[in-house]
């Protein structure tokens, strides 16, 4: 395949996963790009993660700043990073933990006008927001432009992933049609690692094009009771966002 | 006819996990998701406003398949059928 293969050094970092999808698919992942919109409770598992995992190039896009409440759950920053930017935070844990990795940090807000130069050619978006208002610009934006979108969101001890096929499945405007806008959501950093986890499992799957993913599929964790539930979809003919967009199958 | 219902996230707290409900044959989600509200202020500013109709956010689904906003005035629910209340969750 094209690009850059890896090394003699990263065959030792990566030689349990080899055992699973070989060179080949390590090749794959790194030379694969991943855009995560948001390095909080979602974000810092996604990047960990997809950065040990060996995925090339992350983009991880986030406007705010760390601060002392945000430390329960987003696991990406550390008591001496309040105050830094969190891609900054960010950049910093994801190079040493993977040094053959490459992380464009983007401390920038996610809006129509923006969100094209933010994504870049990255052909995976993680959805690791934490507001419906930006989800529905990166869900406009992936059908759009034909890219994978993989959205998990949290509240206290209960999750829902699903993942966004352009053409192909229900999109966010499909399944969550009119969500109101909710501040301060009580969260336990558990839920938010167990529904990033879930949602690097599903990045990982698409880069390689092994297992079945998330189309059409909206799962629900209940952590209270330790179930995982799963609501089967399909998109909306009339949907504005994608109900216009032609079949893959055509 | 007896129906079971399945509640996640806040509607658990709210309305209790796996409820077995009793319906008149024929009845629709609108039917059911009122008897569930009763006159219960708080469950009907979460689940169904003051005039029954189930508020836009809310995903109904029956027997594990979600069931379109627009099929809900056509939909006659059936004995056995399991439907699951869910208020997506909207934070990262
Ligand atoms: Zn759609």
Redo the contacts with the bound molecule.
Sequence with gaps: MEGSKISVEESERYCRQLLIFGEEGQNRLKNSHVAIAGAGGLGSPVAYYLAVAGVGSLTIIDKDVVELSNLNRQILHYDEDIGIEKVESASIKLKRINPHITVHAKSENIDPSSVDSLIGDASVIVDAMDNFETRYIL?SFA?KNRKILVHGAVRSFDGQVTTVIPGKS??????FPDVKVSDKVPVIGITPGIIGLLQANEVIKHLLGIGEGLGNRLLLWDGLTGRLEEIKLK??PD?????NEYSMED | MKVKVKTFARFRELFGSDLAIDLPEGTGITGLVSGICGNDPEKQDALCGKEGNILGHVIVAVNGVRLDRDDFPTFSLKEGDEVALYPPVSGG
């Design positions: 869900n059908v229900a999109c966010l405007a499909c399944i998109k909306r949907c504005p966002v994608c109900g």
